[in-house]
T-cell receptor, first 116, second 111 residues
Framework: DADVTQTPRNRITKTGKRIMLECSQTKGHDRMYWYRQDPGLGLQLIYY?????DINKGEISDGYSVSRQAQAKFSLSLESAIPNQTALYFC??????WGGGPDTQYFGPGTRLTVL | QKEVEQNSGPLSVPEGAIASLNCTYS??????FFWYRQYSGKSPELIMSIYSNGDKEDGRFTAQLNKASQYVSLLIRDSQPSDSATYLC???????????FGKGTSLLVTP
């Protein structure tokens, strides 16, 4: 089974609808992240969480909210979806590196969201 | 200026050649650097991490870091068609653990 899972994998919705994307991980990591990817724009950080009580805005948080329900679960919500939120959304996790090395982020398979 | 800059490509190399991918960054305080590979429609997967000046080798891949010149590079020796993908350069952000990504360089290895 995959260490980082995302549901749904694909979603088509209409403008104005509320959408929730879910992420679960079995890696035991404390840190979780949400990114969006648009063609030619790389990955942009939306929100990140270093533990259950810690939520931080990333580069492009407007129009999004998150919930860290447990160490293993981190959800991203679009309160009122708009067409320019059509993108590929990735969840990632990271944890401490033994020996003090840099963290490594592990990505989920992605959710392809289309807002009509 | 974006924090991490990469040439979008595509970079085309023949099979068996060395592919050289480059990345520059703007924050001199950055400590950790990563190269991810991403196939079309798939999630990024880590190839290399590097945080000390110099070279780091892992199989056919070599990452090079020069903090004084603020650039990171990835060399792929004996390039294979299966190496054709987008390569994302990333560094730690000011928060420490979140990453700033470049837009990625598309690599095409032709048989």
């Amino acid at each position: 089974d995959a260490d980082v899972t995302q549901t749904p994998r694909n979603r088509i919705t209409k403008t104005g609808k509320r959408i929730m994307l879910e992420c679960s991980q079995t890696k035991g990591h404390d840190r979780m992240y949400w990114y969006r990817q648009d063609p030619g724009l790389g990955l942009q950080l939306i929100y990140y969480s270093f533990d259950v009580k810690d939520i931080n805005k990333g580069e492009i948080s407007d129009g999004y909210s998150v919930s860290r329900q447990a160490q293993a679960k981190f959800s991203l919500s679009l309160e009122s979806a708009i067409p320019n939120q059509t993108a590929l959304y990735f969840c990632a996790t990271s944890g401490p590196s033994w020996g003090g090395g840099p963290d490594t982020q592990y990505f989920g398979p992605g959710t392809r969201l289309t807002v009509l | 200026q974006k924090e991490v800059e990469q040439n979008s490509g595509p970079l085309s190399v023949p099979e068996g050649a060395i592919a050289s991918l480059n990345c520059t960054y703007s924050d001199r305080g950055s400590q950790s650097f990563f190269w991810y590979r991403q196939y079309s429609g798939k999630s990024p997967e880590l190839i290399m991490s590097i945080y000390s000046n110099g070279d780091k080798e892992d199989g056919r891949f070599t990452a090079q870091l020069n903090k004084a010149s603020q650039y990171v590079s990835l060399l792929i020796r004996d390039s294979q068609p299966s190496d054709s993908a987008t390569y994302l350069c990333a560094k730690n952000s000011n928060s420490g653990y979140a990453l700033n990504f470049g837009k990625g360089t598309s690599l095409l290895v032709t048989p």
